[in-house]
T-cell receptor, first 114, second 116 residues
Framework: NAGVTQTPKFQVLKTGQSMTLQCAQDMNHEYMSWYRQDPGMGLRLIHYSVGAGITDQGEVPNGYNVSRSTTEDFPLRLLSAAPSQTSVYFC?????????????FGSGTRLTVV | RKEVEQDPGPFNVPEGATVAFNCTYSNSASQSFFWYRQDCRKEPKLLMSVYSSGNEDGRFTAQLNRASQYISLLIRDSKLSDSATYLCVVKNGPNAGGTSYGKLTFGQGTILTVHP
């Protein structure tokens, strides 16, 4: 059971480039989210999804797009990378919204934009 | 005001000490509550859920006071391996409405260092 898998683990981009951060889970979880973590800022929600075909914006969505065509996959697209998007990105999933189900996190993608 | 507030610390305690972390939340739609642990350069991992009746897992005790919107974590007999950042996390309940149901909000984390 792989859990939540994120790829790549590390990435360096030039300003203006685009790329997709991949996230896949094999636990049949309905809920999936993307967070970024910056020093002194904690974890901030970028986009989230409550099921296939349904996505919504979080706290810091600008510059990012998501889609959820399957239950398993929730890719995050950076449209035109900026140095302000240098961060650690975490994908997480949860069985459902209700109750005391916590989220399981992937191991993260460390992105540097130069 | 942040939705979830924690004392960022850092807390530096000797092995064997008891340490307590506090957290307050402001969103009345919050339904579920958790403590996560995050090691340096690693992903957050669920430490324990928090229930109104209070719950214990070994050396860790969590408490929730819904009336005061306050959550706590007590660590007894601290070990070197407890050194980490502890994140207070709240989850929206169904009264949050729409797709906000189930959304997590994180505190900034409390840094704990346990020294010999």
């Amino acid at each position: 059971n792989a859990g939540v898998t994120q790829t790549p683990k590390f990435q360096v981009l030039k300003t203006g480039q685009s790329m997709t951060l991949q996230c896949a889970q094999d636990m049949n979880h309905e809920y999936m989210s993307w967070y970024r973590q910056d020093p002194g800022m904690g974890l901030r929600l970028i986009h989230y999804s409550v099921g296939a075909g349904i996505t919504d914006q979080g706290e810091v969505p600008n510059g990012y797009n998501v889609s959820r065509s399957t239950t398993e996959d929730f890719p995050l697209r950076l449209l035109s990378a900026a140095p302000s998007q240098t961060s650690v990105y975490f994908c997480a999933s949860s069985p459902q919204g209700a109750g005391g189900y916590g989220y399981t996190f992937g191991s993260g993608t460390r992105l540097t934009v130069v | 005001r942040k939705e979830v507030e924690q004392d960022p610390g850092p807390f530096n305690v000797p092995e064997g000490a008891t340490v307590a972390f506090n957290c307050t939340y402001s969103n009345s739609a919050s339904q579920s509550f958790f403590w996560y642990r995050q090691d340096c350069r690693k992903e957050p991992k669920l430490l324990m859920s928090v229930y109104s009746s209070g719950n214990e897992d070994g050396r860790f005790t969590a408490q929730l006071n819904r009336a005061s919107q306050y959550i706590s974590l007590l660590i007894r007999d601290s070990k070197l391996s407890d050194s980490a950042t502890y994140l207070c996390v709240v989850k929206n309940g169904p009264n949050a409405g729409g797709t906000s149901y189930g959304k997590l909000t994180f505190g900034q984390g409390t840094i704990l260092t346990v020294h010999p």
